[in-house]
């Protein structure tokens, strides 16, 4: 069964205390892996897609790596506003070529204090 | 900015009524999609819809589930007989025309239901 999980459930930072939050994903094939933010209530918003291993993705703080097995999503020097819970997602392949859904990890709750 | 648009916000409905959340996708885009997450759990994949019929769909999305897109902006997802436990925050996603190995999913900001 395909499988994305994601550690720490929960973190807390000071802000300025850089840190990074894992997603390892067991699947028959990747076709890729996102990276999304989700504040509260709302809905997952876009970071990151990366394809292959090896593969690195810069937005301001946010750094996303991948590997064979898992990706890295490194936050340098954090601010209370990058408080939110980070999601990872897969997209797999399939034996029809792709498959459209992505598979979600629980995410990783980040609160970072001032 | 473009964005997935849904409405309503919150829907709040009794056991066995029926009910429709609305979604608005990107306007270029042609790939839609609906997830949904229960409170405190992973977001699920529910259904994909292409060119007018469904492409792919989970297993959640059994016989009360349908998706309609009725015109070309609006997108839909009905629930025919709801129950308890389809208490959740449904989201809408879309993606762009293919012309990359993959295409991001935009999210909206979801409709909370909640079904007594």
């Known amino acids: 069964e395909d499988q994305v999980t994601q550690s720490p459930e929960a973190l807390r930072l000071q802000e300025g205390e850089s840190s990074s939050l894992n997603c390892s994903y067991t699947v028959s094939g990747l076709r890729g892996l996102f990276w999304y933010r989700q504040d509260p209530g709302k809905g997952p918003e876009f970071l990151f897609t990366?394809?292959?291993a090896g593969e690195e993705k810069e937005k301001e703080r946010l750094k996303a790596t991948l590997t064979k097995k898992e990706s890295f999503l490194h936050i340098t020097a954090p601010k209370p506003e990058d408080s939110a819970t980070y999601l990872c997602a897969v997209q797999i392949r399939n034996s029809q070529g792709g498959s459209e859904k992505l598979v979600f990890g629980k995410g990783t709750k980040l609160t970072v204090n001032p | 900015e473009p964005e997935v648009t849904q409405t309503p916000s919150h829907q709040v409905t009794q056991m066995g009524q029926e009910v429709i959340l609305r979604c608005v996708p990107i306007?270029?885009?042609?790939?839609f999609y609906w997830y949904r997450q229960i409170l405190g759990q992973k977001v699920e994949f529910l259904v994909s819809?292409?060119?007018?019929?469904?492409?792919?769909k989970s297993e959640i999305f059994d016989d009360q589930f349908s998706v309609e897109r009725p015109d070309g902006s609006n997108f839909t997802l009905k629930i025919r007989s709801t129950k308890l436990e389809d208490s959740a925050m449904y989201f809408c996603?879309?993606?762009?025309?293919?012309?990359?190995?993959?295409?991001?999913?935009?999210f909206g900001p979801g409709t909370r239901l909640l079904v007594l």
């Open positions: 819809f292409y060119n007018n019929e469904i492409s792919e």
């Open positions: 990366l394809y292959s």
């Open positions: 996603a879309s993606s762009p025309p293919r012309g990359r190995p993959l295409e991001t999913q935009y």
């Open positions: 306007s270029n885009h042609l790939y």
